[in-house]
């Protein structure tokens, strides 16, 4: 690289020692190759001015592809992001998902480097909905955004117990997920339908894109990744008699842009019920999933509104497209938050969750510990406010080998908590006396620092995910 900038400033002095117009016609043929198309960077081979640019901040990119149509179209293709992988160069941006007081969902993106946010485009205002058999065959389009349907809060109301304004949100219901550096949209209702549809948006054109449709409709379905797949687990459906739990399975290919169905997951605990009645009122649901040693993790729960039945769970072995049953005290004792979901993330290669508490401030972190197959509490007093009127009042996520947890802070703003989860002073058992207190002033030292925090007005927490590209 010393070279190039010295060959740059040899070339600079030459041209002030040669006639101007000389000087002038050097740098005009210097812009463009032998094929007559404009370099990169004037005077450089593109080979190294696309590795000039492959190691500037992933932040930048959005002001550099204003330069020039070239740089654009550089910075915008796949190939200066392969190069940035294979340079170890891809950077970790945090995408929060969030919905405001008008039920609409809104994506933000925080990058840890700068502590900078950035918004999203928002997502399609035109979905699918599948229309029913009555009405016949194929796809109807209508404008999701501010569209109401007192149908789908019947519907929801049966199945949840309660009266819900889901039904006023776009995707509402949707599940989401990451793979190869994109964010994937699933399924959701559209008015009383459940949908297949599936939408990525790809971080690199900034830019929405509709892809192969889900084999089944499908909302409030588990997503995660593995083996570069992207598989979508459970969920309801609508049927004659409300919402229909789902045990079928299947996974997205992104070479072959397809759907395949898999094995479905047996619930095999929900079949032991003793009575048809209890089998008939406690329907299985999964609660969760995870991508744990090669596995999908998916814990499970027995559901009557509003009460919640551990069952443990299930784990599938794509390899074999089997499921087996989770081990006991993996399954029973893992962490559950509102309304049963069970939240988790893997975080250099441990499996940690968030056990909630309904007084302030007293959360535990524990992570999970395969060898004697027992969640561990490795920090306690998290610094999470009592949101009780929150649907989520915070979320996991794992980047730059860290644990974080995105919450409200005492100001209403989305905070963005790292934890030091490396402290040995701070692991237990469920059992043993607590650790030492940590305040929620979330200072160095106390376990949890504030990387980063910013006001989005009224909102709630309802997703995140991790991109490195």
Known sequence: MGAIWSSTRNLSLECQTKPQVDCNKRRRL????????????SGLPDEIAIQILARVPRGCYSRLKTVCKTWNYVLTDSEIFKLRKDMGLTEEWLYILLKDEEEKLLWHTLDPSSGKWQGLPPMPDIVHEEESNQTGLGW??????GNSSSRLTGLVKNWLGRKDSLDRTPFCGCAVGSLDGCLYVLGG??????LRCVWRFDPRINAWAEVASMATARAYCKTASLDNKLYAVGGVNRGRGGLTPLQSAEVYDPATNTWREISSMPFARAQVLPTAFLADMLKPIATGMTTFRGKLCVPQSLYSWPFFVDVGGEMYDPAADSWMEMPNGMGEGWPARQAGTKLSVVVNGDLYALDPSSSLDSGKIKMYDSQGDAWKVVLRKVPILDFTDSESPYLLAGFMGKLHV???NSLDDIAVLQADTSEPT???SSSSPPCSSLAASNSEGDGWKTIASKSFGFVELVNCQVLDI
Do not use: E
């Open 140 to 145: 109807t389009f209508w404008n999701a955004l």
């Open 189 to 194: 209702f559209s008015r009383a339908c459940a």
């Open 30 to 41: 210097s812009i463009f190759d032998l094929d007559g198309r404009p370099r990169i960077i």
């Open 426 to 428: 701070c692991v237990s």
């Open 406 to 408: 995105i919450t409200k």
